[in-house]
């Protein structure tokens, strides 16, 4: 313990020995007083050059007598310019900057606050030479606030005009000034000459100085009344001047109206006009003022002519100016309440100005499907308005007793509205100043919960499989409560409130067949405030799959670079479906073509010719893709070869002959791959044995192509060609046809119309039981068909 004591009375005596020391060499600086004005800079020199033969090792700042600096410039082992500054943030922070440059060195203070007043030291470090100091006293000078002028009656006067007055009036005005450190002197002046520098303390900080100017006179007229208060030399004073205005009796007064009057003298509303007024025989010059009605105008320019004063007024007339006066008023300062004044009656003419409202008695948040409306247009015009429309959702809305719509003077009636009432309306009005459309009024009609989709809508879904089902329903305000129900011809159930979920416009439901008595109808009804669902949603639940692969597919019409295909649809598998033509070239496995169409039936055009094509015939429902109709190795030929192989085939019967081939070889490409692809659509099953009399028994799904026993190990898309009611197309050649030793040939069906396609006629392919098959292959020799397609 003793220890501690001793240690605390050994820091005490050094603190107070430094102390001493440093109140003992500042005991001959001399303290120089400085002036800064509260925002601006405050400059503290502090010379660096006393000792010109040493060099400057560190410069501090120092408040008061403390012994923490609050500003250090380090300038050891550096450059004057390369110094490290440091300033304390409690005290200036960054508004301080020691700056060597100009000489002397100076400590700048910027936005000097009234906190920063006090006693300030600069202590400079030289390397070799004695320590220098500077000590500063800085009063921070708060300015006074810009003076206020007073009448007699203690108005404040915010113009730079001061009366008018009329000769022999005394003026009498006070000037208050507010604030200010030290305390400001207030005075007045007269034309720049100082009159009275008498000044007196009011309530707080405030001080005043009365001026009393008696018995103006002529002279007077102009004079300059200035208001001065300074407490610095820093800042220039804060001032206000006024003017004095004085008028004599004026003799006439005239008003000039403007040559851009309409017929009948009248104005344009939002169109500047500029009016004159002349005034003679005062002495001065009349003071000349406006008023429009009862306000007094400002904006006017005045011009001296000898003894006449010309005042000309410019202003912009609005609609509420119609039928008020403008008034011109020559005042006389010699004898009191004594002036002449002219009026002029303007007539303002301008467009229509519209407002539409709901009708007063309605409550625009409570109208509902079935209610009876009304409409107010209020229409402000000169001239009146001759003409008034409505107009719903940027639509004319005209007069229509059979929809219970009816105009009715300025009021438009809506009998039993709807939803479909619901939006913006607007009424418009013209006259001969143009045509105004009114503000937008937004209407809402309330109505109850009404199924979105309408009709039944059917939904697919096989055994097990779970199925989300949403229900929407239109309805303002959104539906607050769903009801979801099943029915299968033999009970009606409800659907328990767990299984479904609403958010205000849709519900969903995830309904999972498993059973036959699963399928039937699903409704659903949503109700709001403004009532129930009249007609529930519907859903027939139906076992669903995939679709059928399109079968019966047909090439027809066929030019040089097109061709149409048709197919007869399959089995839909129980939902809606459409139909895809996918077209491919060579190996490629990205179609060229889409083609989608609600009936399997396509136009495929642009088709290059010796380019090889693939088509893929598709049916597509909700639950995917059918299997594929495919035709593979489809071949345009070249017309100028194509001609020239038909006419090398002969002429007469031979070249009908010839004709038949070239379409069977043409016919047998698109056999032989269509065949294939009813093949992958049928059951696979052991090959036919030898043709009997059980043939008749085949499987008969494609019943527009007839296999024999050579194809029925092809794999090929089954597909047939036809051309109604005209002679073959042109052959499209194949390298391949439906297996060693098929046999089959091209015809025309009979004229009856096809009831499966749709069409007036057809051609297909069938077994060629009668041919001269030694004379059809040397014909598809001639004509580079393969020999194994014969």
Not at 57 to 76: C, E, H, K, Q
Not at 118 to 146: A, H
Not at 489 to 497: H, I, K, N, P, R
């Amino acid at each position: 313990m003793a220890a501690h004591v001793a240690l605390f009375l050994l820091l005490c005596l050094v603190h107070c020995h430094t102390k001493t020391v440093l109140q003992d060499k500042l005991a001959g600086v001399r303290t120089v007083d400085v002036q800064a004005v509260e925002g601006m800079v405050a400059q503290f020199p502090c010379d660096l050059g006393t000792a010109a033969n040493d060099k400057v090792y560190m410069v501090f700042w120092f408040r008061d007598d403390a012994g923490i600096p609050l500003y250090s410039f380090d300038v050891r082992g550096k450059h004057l310019s390369e110094a490290r500054h440091w300033s304390a943030p409690e005290v200036f922070g960054p508004r301080a900057h020691f700056s060597t440059s100009p000489p002397p060195a100076s400590l700048l203070v910027r936005d000097v606050k009234r906190r920063d007043e006090g006693v300030y030291r600069c202590r400079v470090d030289f390397r070799n030479t004695q320590t220098t100091s500077f000590r500063y006293n800085l009063t921070v000078v708060v300015p006074p606030e810009k003076p206020v002028v007073v009448d007699r009656w203690g108005r404040v006067i915010n113009t730079t005009t001061l009366g008018p007055h009329e000769e022999g009036d005394d003026v009498l005005l006070t000037c208050r000034v507010l604030g200010g450190r030290p305390e400001p002197s207030v005075r007045w002046l007269v034309n720049g000459v100082l009159v009275d520098e008498e000044y007196e303390h009011n309530t707080g900080d405030v001080i005043e100085n009365r001026l009393l100017w008696p018995a103006i006179r002529r002279a007077d007229y102009a004079a300059v009344f200035t208001c001065q208060a300074a407490n610095s030399h820093l800042v220039p004073p804060k001032e206000v001047s006024l003017v004095l205005d004085m008028f004599l009796r004026p003799l006439t007064v005239e008003i000039k109206k403007p040559s851009e009057t309409g017929e009948g003298g009248v104005l344009t509303a939002e169109r500047r006009y500029e009016v004159a007024c002349e005034s003679a025989g005062s002495r001065p010059p009349a003071a000349i003022s406006w008023y429009k009605g009862k306000r007094q105008l400002k904006r006017i320019t005045e011009e001296l002519r000898d003894n006449l004063t010309v005042s000309v007024m410019s202003f912009v007339p609005t609609l509420d100016d119609d039928g008020k006066p403008i008034t011109c008023r020559a005042e006389n300062p010699n004898v009191t309440s004594l002036y002449l004044e002219t009026s002029w009656t303007i007539n303002v003419v301008y467009p229509p100005v519209v407002k539409l409202r709901l009708g007063s008695s309605l409550a625009a948040g409570d109208i509902k499907e079935g209610d009876d409306v009304y409409f107010e247009c209020h229409v402000r015009a000169n001239p009146p308005a001759r003409k008034l429309s409505w107009l719903h959702d940027d639509r004319p809305l005209a007069h229509n007793a059979t929809a219970r719509v009816f105009h009715s003077n300025q009021s438009l009636v809506l009998q039993k509205v709807t939803r479909h009432s619901s939006g913006r309306y607007a009424c418009s009005a013209l006259n001969a100043e143009g045509e105004t459309v009114s503000n937008e009024l937004h209407f809402r009609v309330k109505y109850a919960p009404s199924c979105r989709s309408g009709g039944v809508s059917v939904v697919g879904a096989a055994r097990g499989e779970s199925v989300v089902i949403v229900c929407e329903v239109d309805a303002d305000p959104p539906a607050a409560v769903f009801k979801w129900k099943f029915n299968n011809s033999g009970e009606t159930l409800d659907v328990a409130a767990d299984r479904y979920t609403s958010n205000g416009s849709a519900s969903s439901l995830k309904y999972t067949p498993v059973a036959d008595l699963d399928y039937g109808t699903l409704s659903c009804a949503a109700s709001n405030e403004v009532g129930s669902q009249l007609t529930p949603c519907v859903f027939q639940m139906v076992a669903a799959g995939k679709p059928h692969a399109p079968r019966n597919c047909t090439l027809w019409n066929q030019t040089s670079d097109s061709v149409e295909v048709s197919c007869v649809a399959g089995f839909d598998g129980g939902l809606p479906q459409h139909f895809l033509l996918e077209v491919y070239s060579g190996d490629d496995n990205k179609p060229r073509v889409n083609l989608t169409s609600e009936d399997p039936i396509w136009t495929v055009r642009g088709l290059e010719w010796e380019v090889r094509f693939r088509l893929v015939a598709v049916a597509v429902n909700s639950k995917g893709r059918s299997s594929a109709a495919r035709l593979d190795d489809l071949l345009f030929p070249d017309p100028e070869k194509r001609t020239a192989s038909e006419s090398a085939i002969g002429a007469g019967a031979a070249g009908a002959a010839g004709a038949t081939i070239a379409g069977a070889g043409a016919a047998l490409a698109l056999a032989g791959a269509a065949w294939r692809a009813a093949r992958r659509r049928r059951k696979p099953r052991k090959p036919p044995a030898p043709q009997t009399e059980k043939t008749a028994d085949h499987d008969d799904a494609e019943p527009d192509l007839i296999p024999n026993n050579y194809c029925e190990t092809s794999s090929a898309p089954c597909l047939a060609v036809s051309s109604p009611g005209r002679t073959a197309p042109a052959p499209l050649t194949t390298p391949a046809c439906n297996g060693p030793g098929a046999s089959w040939t091209w015809g025309a069906r009979s004229t009856t119309p096809a009831t499966a396609l749709g069409r007036s006629a057809s051609a297909s392919l069938r077994p060629a039981q009668d041919l001269n098959v030694d004379a059809i292959k040397e014909k598809l020799l001639d004509n580079r068909i393969p020999e194994s397609c014969v």
